[in-house]
């Protein structure tokens, strides 16, 4: 089993609607969350950081849920400028001493059409 | 400010042949990592490094090697380059030790190398 999970999608959605991905992680140790959007030929580039009281930016809204080891993006209003790849991405650290390590997912693709 | 800088941008190199990739950061970050990202598919984690003088094996080291002689800068080197090591190469820094900070990742722009 992977240690990040994400539905490789594609999503393809109307611009204007909402949609939600899913991530599932496997590692209890996991500290910390975040969401990563990729665009074609491109870096991956920080959307936003995941917090346990969730956390809104705009139309993006992320929320985390640690009983059930799972965390998620919703996005409203879609614009076609969403069209992109989301990376799910968790970082780990085994123990006080134990440097952290980061699980990327393999990705999301969402496209937005007209 | 550059943030996480990347030479070169393209490649070309023949089987067999060497050559070394540089990251740079400005963001005085501890941690570097190099990943490579083959199409349709996620990012895989070659090598990383913890701190100035430290590296440590990732996903995929096999076939590369990585040095950090000064905190700002990650080399990626490949030693006899083979077709299986075509892809777009990515390097990331993370966490500023002075400001602390949630260990997110900062990339550069990428190296896309083919090698024939």
């Known amino acids: 089993r992977k240690e990040v999970e994400q539905d490789p999608g594609p999503f393809n959605v109307p611009e204007g609607a909402t949609v939600a991905f899913n991530c599932t992680y496997s590692?209890?140790?996991?500290?910390?969350f975040f969401w990563y959007r990729q665009d074609c030929r491109k870096e991956p580039k920080l959307l936003m950081s995941?917090?346990?009281s969730g956390n809104e930016d705009g139309r993006f809204t992320a929320q985390l849920n640690r009983a059930s080891q799972y965390i998620s993006l919703l996005i409203r209003d879609s614009k076609l400028s969403d069209s992109a790849t989301y990376l799910c991405v968790v970082n780990i650290r085994p123990g006080y001493s134990s440097a952290s390590k980061i699980i990327f997912g393999s990705g999301t693709r969402l496209s937005i059409r007209p | 400010n550059a943030g996480v800088t990347q030479t070169p941008k393209f490649r070309v190199l023949k089987t067999g042949q060497s050559m070394t990739l540089l990251c740079a950061q400005d963001m005085n970050h501890e941690y570097m990592y190099w990943y490579r990202q083959d199409p349709g598919m996620g990012l895989r984690l070659i090598h990383y490094s913890v701190g100035e003088g430290t590296t440590a094996k990732g996903e995929v080291p096999d076939g590369y090697n990585v040095s950090r002689l000064k905190k700002q800068n990650f080399l990626l080197g490949l030693e006899s380059a083979a077709p299986s090591q075509t892809s777009v190469y990515f390097c990331?820094?993370?966490?500023?030790?002075?400001?602390?900070?949630?260990?997110?990742?900062?990339f550069g722009p990428g190296t896309r190398l083919t090698v024939t």
């Open positions: 590692n209890s140790a996991s500290q910390s």
């Open positions: 995941v917090y346990s």
């Open positions: 990331a820094s993370s966490w500023d030790r002075a400001s602390g900070g949630n260990y997110e990742q900062y």
